[in-house]
């Protein structure tokens, strides 16, 4: 069993739940994920890793809840348990020292962008990050981006806050606005996650 050591409501349908589970913690690293299964009848279902705690040996799962399984996580509270947690799984990001890198997060897919952009600050990286999410209501893990990147650039679709618009169209006038000789940019890496029409259009 796991224990949900807090829970946080993020946004309208997503939460973030902070678990006890030190061997995963000490081992994961950014953009790997977890399979949960809540309790005996459940789903497996992939989630992952915002953030690890490796003193304390917590893992944090951001979760939107759209189905059967992330509604039923989303009926947890602190205290209560998980029934099975396997991982860290999938391969984690490549994290180098790159030089100017860009990270764009989409809805609830600036969860798993935010591990990456820290490692990627903490390897030396210059790192600008744009999120952006439907309004300003829906946006999450603004301060926790901030401290992860060197430049932070919000959009929201309502323009509620920041640019109005989509995070791919903030991303064009970025990279407009910093060709080099009218030609290139100096950005090394772009990372982007979110949903799967964002990542067509980046
Ligand atoms: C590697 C990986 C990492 C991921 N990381 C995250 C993460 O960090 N955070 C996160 O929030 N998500 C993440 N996801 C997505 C997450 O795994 C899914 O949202 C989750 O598995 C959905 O499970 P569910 O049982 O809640 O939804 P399901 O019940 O399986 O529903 C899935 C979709 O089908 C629709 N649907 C369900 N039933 C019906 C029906 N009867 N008729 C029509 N449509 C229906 C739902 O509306 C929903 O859109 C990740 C996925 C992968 C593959």
Redesign the pocket.
Known sequence: MFKIVSKRELAHD?ARFDIEAPLIAKKVLAGQ?VIIKIHEDG?R??????AYDRKKGNIS?????????????AGLKEGDSILDLVGP??NPSEIEDFGRVICVGGG??I??VLPIARELKAAGNYVISIIGAKTKDMLILEDEMKAASDELHICTDDGSLGYKGFVSGLLEDYLEKNLIDNKKTNIARCTAIGPAIMMASV
Not at 45 to 50: F, Q, S, W
């Open positions: 997503i994920f789903e279902i992939p989630l992952t890793v915002a799962l951001v979760a939107m809840r759209i189905g059967k399984s992330t509604a039923l996580l799984l999938g609830v897919g969860a798993p």
